[in-house]
């Protein structure tokens, strides 16, 4: 599959669109509001463990197209983080100037959705009056693209690094693990993509005794169309072949037509990301 990001940009105004953390419909209807609660364990060499607690608050589409290329900074990504306040005074003891959580990625099926810009200063977290300091760490997603047509489930990552810049301008870097299963926000359906399949003679008429060839392009929103192109005469197939790297075949007919005109069907088979479809009637001409 080929993604076609300035082919048919002009439909994620009406598209529904997903982001690391806010799966957002951009004008879709409908939209099931979700929250995943998920406690980390984050364990740096020198400053030791650290229990950081995320609740990811996001907006759920009842559908996505597939292959939807999202391009970066469309879509809020937010996250409110809790960490003890003795970890809020140790990243004052070391000159901590700031916490990025960049790397903390929803999983949408086998995939993961990157985030943009996650980060915030040490004085961002707010005290809670309970021994815990809460942040807003809220940024914009990076570029992406939907997955194949399915149902998935949105989880939080099993594991992420949470990076603090000190103030010698060196790193930190603490290893996330999830103290349990990942939490599941919800479920989204990724739709494949409606196609168009056209056909037409190479050469109108055929020189009769002369195979006929047909060229067939198929068309998609998103994706350039892969797969399967049959001919069809009746129930009889007369011809097929495998579209290229543009949506498009030359299929050469396995016999040749008589003279006059013959009616056929050209059938595309679909793939993980478009609809099947067909030209219903093409008309041959032989003389």
């Known amino acids: 599959m080929l993604h076609t ?6 439909a994620a ?10 799966l957002v419909a951009v004008s879709a209807p409908a939209a099931n509001a979700g929250m995943a609660t998920n406690n980390y364990l984050c364990v740096n060499a020198v400053a030791g463990t650290i229990p950081v607690n995320v609740v990811t608050d996001v907006t759920l589409p009842p559908t996505a197209p597939a292959g939807f290329d999202v391009p970066a900074d469309l879509l809020d990504v937010k996250n409110k983080v809790t960490i003890p306040n003795q970890a ?23 995939g993961a959705v990157g985030a943009g810009s996650l980060a915030v200063a040490p ?13 807003d760490i809220n940024g914009k997603n990076a570029a992406f693209a939907t997955p194949a047509a399915g149902t998935y489930v949105v989880s939080a990552p099993v594991s992420y690094a949470l990076i603090a810049t000190l103030g010698n301008g060196s790193n930190a870097e603490f290893v996330c693990t999830n103290t349990a299963a990942p939490t599941s926000v919800g479920t989204v359906a990724v739709a494949a993509n409606e196609s168009t399949t056209k056909a037409k003679p190479a050469k109108q008429p055929t020189p009769l005794g002369k195979k ?8 998609a929103d998103n ?16 011809g097929k072949g495998s579209l290229n790297a543009k949506g498009k075949v030359t299929i050469t007919l396995k016999k040749k037509l008589p003279k006059g005109k013959t009616v056929v069907k050209v059938l595309y088979s679909g ?8 030209d219903k009637k093409v008309v041959i001409k032989v003389k």
Not at 5 to 10: C, E, N, P
Not at 125 to 132: A, R
Not at 271 to 278: G, H, K, V, W
């Open 5 to 10: 990001s300035t082919r048919r940009l002009g």
């Open 13 to 22: 105004v009406a598209a529904t669109a997903l982001s690391a953390g806010a």
């Open 88 to 110: 809020k005074a140790l990243f004052t003891q070391f000159g901590v100037t700031k916490v990025d959580m960049t790397d903390f990625k929803l999983t949408l099926g086998e």
């Open 123 to 135: 004085a961002a977290f707010v005290d809670n009056g309970n021994g815990t300091s809460t942040a």
């Open 212 to 219: 006929t060839k047909l060229k067939v392009v198929v068309d």
């Open 223 to 238: 994706e350039v169309p892969s797969g399967k192109v049959k001919v069809k005469k009746g129930k009889k197939v007369v």
């Open 271 to 278: 793939d993980d990301y478009t609809e099947s479809s067909r």
